[in-house]
C-alpha cells in the first residue's frame, strides 16, 4: 500500500482549482445581483397624446433607459395590456386623476419601483393612487414562496438524473422514471406552495403541470447529457441548470432587470422559462405562456432524444463486439 504523501504540486493544483470553483460560484450569483437595476422595463401611458407625451419625455429625462413605454388611450386599454403580460405595469393619465397601475404577482420589485418612480413625478402630490391589477396573494404579498422555489425546482432535477442514473438501468426506465417523477414532484411542490404557503393562486392541475415541466426539463437533459458523456454529463448539466440558468432566470425581479443580455438568454434555460411560465399560468390566467412553454418542452424532448441516441449507440456497439467475439471463438478448418 503506497502512503507516500501527496505531491506538493498536486496540492497546489488542487488548491488553485478550488479556488477557481468558487471564484466561479460567487460570480455565477453575485454579478446578476449586483448589476441588476431598471432597464428596458415595458410599461404603457395611458391618456390623451398630449398628457402622455409630456410624461414620456419626463421618464426619459429623468431615467434615461429604464423603461419601454407604450402608449394607449385610456384605464381599459392599460389594464389589458397588463394583464395579457405585455407591460409590467402603467401610469394612467386618461382620467383626470392620475393614477399607476402595477402587477405585483408579475414582478413585486418593478412593481415597487414603478410606484416610486411615480411619485417622483408628482411630488407635490405626494404621487398618484396606485392600483395593483394583478395582486399577489395575501398569503405571501412579497411574493417570497414562489422566487424560493427557483432553487428547490433546479436542484430537484439535478438529484432525480444522479439517482436515476446509479439506481435504475435500461433508457426506457429511466425516462419513464424521470416523468413519473416530475408529476409526482410537481404535484408535491405546488401543494406546499399553493395550499400550505399559500404563494399560488389559480387551478392546482394547471399549476402543478408547469412544476412537472421544470423537473422534467432539467432531469431529463441532464440524463441525455450522462449518457452521451458519462460523469462529465452531470456537470455540464449542473453549469447550465444551476450556475447559469438560476441565477439568470429573472425569479426573484425580471428578466429585464438583469445586466445586458443575460436576462434574456435565461428566458431560453429552463430556470427562466419556469419561473415565467408559473407566474402566467398561476395569476394571469396563463396569458404569456407560448414562449415559456416551448421552451421546457424543446429541453425536455431534447433530453429524450439524446438519451436514446447514446442506447442505439451503445446497442450498435455491443452488436459489433459481440459479433467480432463469435467470430474469433470459431475454430479455423485444419
Not at 393562486?201 to 432539467?218: E, F, H, I, Q, R
Request: charged share 10%; proline share 7%.
Amino acid at each position: 500500500m503506497n502512503s507516500a504523501p501527496t505531491p506538493w504540486p498536486r496540492v497546489a493544483a488542487t488548491v488553485a482549482l478550488l479556488t477557481v470553483i468558487i471564484s466561479a460560484l460567487l460570480t455565477a450569483f453575485a454579478w446578476p445581483a449586483a448589476r441588476s437595476a431598471v432597464h428596458d422595463i415595458p410599461i404603457a401611458v395611458a391618456g390623451p397624446p398630449a398628457a402622455t407625451a409630456q410624461v414620456t419625455a419626463a421618464l426619459d429625462k429623468s431615467r434615461p433607459g429604464a423603461f419601454m413605454i407604450t402608449t394607449v388611450a385610456d384605464t381599459a386599454a392599460a389594464e389589458t395590456a397588463i394583464k395579457n403580460r405585455d407591460v409590467y405595469g402603467a401610469i394612467d393619465l386618461s382620467t383626470g386623476s392620475p393614477q399607476v397601475l402595477t402587477a405585483s404577482a408579475g414582478s413585486p420589485v418593478v412593481a415597487q419601483g414603478l410606484q416610486a418612480v411615480a411619485a417622483a413625478l408628482s411630488p407635490a402630490t405626494g404621487g398618484p393612487q396606485v392600483r395593483d391589477i394583478v395582486a399577489l396573494p395575501a398569503d405571501d404579498p412579497r411574493g417570497a414562496g414562489i422566487s424560493a422555489a427557483a432553487l428547490p425546482m433546479v436542484i430537484g432535477g439535478m438529484l432525480a438524473a444522479v439517482l436515476l442514473t446509479l439506481r435504475v438501468r435500461g433508457t426506457g426506465r429511466k425516462i419513464t422514471g424521470a416523468l413519473a417523477y416530475a408529476v409526482l414532484g410537481g404535484l408535491a411542490m405546488t401543494a406546499i406552495l399553493q395550499y400550505w404557503l399559500g404563494s399560488l393562486t389559480g387551478d392546482y392541475l394547471a399549476n402543478s403541470g408547469v412544476m412537472a415541466l421544470s423537473l422534467g426539463a432539467t432531469a431529463l437533459t441532464i440524463l441525455g447529457f450522462e449518457s452521451l458523456l458519462g460523469t462529465a454529463g452531470f456537470g455540464l448539466g449542473a453549469v447550465i441548470m444551476m450556475l447559469v440558468g438560476n441565477p439568470l432566470s429573472g425569479a426573484t425581479s425580471a428578466p429585464e432587470m438583469l445586466p445586458g443580455w443575460s436576462g434574456e438568454l435565461g428566458q431560453f434555460l429552463p430556470p427562466g422559462a419556469a419561473a415565467s411560465l408559473l407566474r402566467s399560468v398561476a395569476f394571469f390566467d396563463g396569458n404569456g405562456y407560448l414562449h415559456p412553454m416551448v421552451v421546457l418542452l424543446s429541453w425536455m424532448v431534447a433530453g429524450a432524444l439524446l438519451c436514446l441516441v447514446s442506447a442505439v449507440r451503445g446497442g450498435r456497439r455491443a452488436g459489433v463486439e459481440g459479433a467480432s467475439e463469435q467470430q474469433q471463438a470459431v475454430p479455423v478448418a485444419a
